[in-house]
């Protein structure tokens, strides 16, 4: 399957004007990871982002006292990487794989000039990967209170 093929089957994309995913495999290439590769920590530079096809991916944050802590997996179909987005274009979580994984790679400077010259492309793009930090904040959220959540109080009376 070539670049511009897998660009066209994954769900992040559907739906794009079809002249705008072959401008996007300038920036793209395919990747394989191995359970246990670390692909990012939190607060590293955020370079890349990932259209993961295959496997799966955890998303953790250090916590003090507990090192990383999990947060979310993401799997075929999802999207992993949108720090590189926002400046100052650091890691806000980091990921390792836990299955072997297959994704395309983008290079984030690429893309970033891409949406600068295209607006109608950099709005669709931003306004898909601000549904995606959405998701992020909400499962970290979720997370949070797993973790620090307020035991229920006894029945009074």
């Known amino acids: 399957m070539t670049p511009l093929e897998m660009l066209r089957a994954h769900p992040f994309l559907a739906g794009l004007p079809e002249e705008w995913v072959p401008r996007l495999t300038g920036y793209a290439r395919p990747v394989v990871w191995h359970p246990g590769h670390r692909l990012f920590r939190a607060g590293q530079p955020a370079e890349r982002f990932w259209l993961v096809r295959t496997g799966q991916v955890a998303l ?4 003090p006292g507990r090192g990383d802590v999990g947060i979310e997996m993401i799997g075929a ?4 990487g949108w720090s590189w987005l926002f400046p100052p274009y650091r890691w806000q979580f980091g990921a390792v794989a836990v299955q072997r994984s ?8 690429g893309v970033r000039r891409l949406m600068e010259s295209d607006d109608r492309l950099g709005r669709q793009l931003t306004a898909r990967f601000m549904s995606v930090v959405v998701d992020r904040l ?3 959220r ?6 620090y959540g ?5 029945p009074t009376g």
């Open 60 to 63: 953790d944050f250090p916590v």
């Open 77 to 80: 179909g999802g999207v992993l």
């Open 102 to 109: 297959t994704a395309v790679e983008f290079t984030a400077e």
């Open 138 to 140: 909400q499962a970290s």
């Open 142 to 147: 979720v997370r949070l209170l797993d973790l």
């Open 150 to 154: 307020y035991p229920a109080l006894p």
